[in-house]
């Protein structure tokens, strides 16, 4: 929490203690969000992160992680974030689901997601990590909130049944370049799997995604880095588009 405050990264926690469990980095997970909670914070949601093959390899695991979503970290769409505020973010972007219902693991399915699903948005997630250069592993980036930063959420609201999530396209341009393109399926074939991953999950550690959350299923695409004077801008084909900038 200190290097969030600085605005300075840290040595990865798994440099200092190397045998730190997944299981105890989520525990320094939730001592930290308990700390903002007993500050005035207040949880509006989840976000899965992992979600991609690649991302997997590259930590050497094979499921995804999970961070909280707090209302402070929520950026209007079209939106300006100052640059100062953040260490290191990158930018991607997501389909978030809104729920109307508690979605309580550990035999939560995809249809349970559905059901339980007001609507879906385009997103943006800002990630960021307090550990310096992303030098992280899964236990790193578990303890720092599943490397959370800030999130945009688009306009145009669907129901489920209203779009093909799957194969839902979407377009991720930087200062109206294109980056790169994604689809539904590139979060571990369905983004409603995601939520079912993330509530099954959470039973775990008896937590329950709860009516009126907000869940950022995981990126359709590569992250990409973000500076002073960028505008990101994700086209959805159905959804809409998502944008935000930077000062």
């Not at 798994?14 to 939730?30: G, H, R, S």
């Not at 790193?140 to 609201?157: E, F, H, M, P, Q």
Request: net charge negative.
């Amino acid at each position: 929490m200190n290097a969030e405050k600085t605005r300075k990264g840290v040595s990865p926690l798994t440099n200092m203690n190397p045998d730190l469990t997944v299981k105890e980095a989520y525990n320094i997970q939730m001592d930290n969000i308990q700390v903002k909670l007993e500050n005035g914070e207040t949880i509006s949601g989840k976000k899965i992160g992992l979600t991609s093959l690649a991302m997997q390899q590259l930590l050497g695991v094979d499921e995804p992680d999970y961070g909280h979503l707090l209302q402070s970290m929520e950026v209007r769409n079209g939106g300006v974030i100052s640059r100062r505020q953040l260490l290191e973010p990158k930018v991607e972007g997501e389909i978030a689901f809104f729920l109307k219902k508690d979605l309580t693991g550990p035999n939560v399915t995809v249809e349970d997601v559905l059901d339980a699903t007001e609507y879906v948005v385009a997103a943006l997630e800002v990630v960021d990590s307090r550990v310096a250069g992303w030098k992280i592993k899964l236990c790193d980036t578990i303890a720092d909130n599943a490397s959370s930063g800030l999130y945009v959420l688009g306009d145009k609201k669907l129901q489920p049944h209203q779009i093909n999530l799957k194969e839902e396209k979407m377009s991720f341009y930087k200062n109206q370049q294109l980056m790169n393109e994604g689809v539904g399926k590139a979060a571990l074939g369905d983004p409603a799997y995601c939520v079912a991953w993330l509530a099954n999950k959470l039973a775990e550690f008896g937590i329950t995604l709860k009516a009126n959350e907000v869940i950022l299923s995981g990126a359709l695409s590569a992250a990409v880095k973000a500076e002073e004077g960028n505008e990101f801008v994700a086209k959805f084909q159905t959804l809409g588009e998502v944008k935000v900038k930077f000062e």
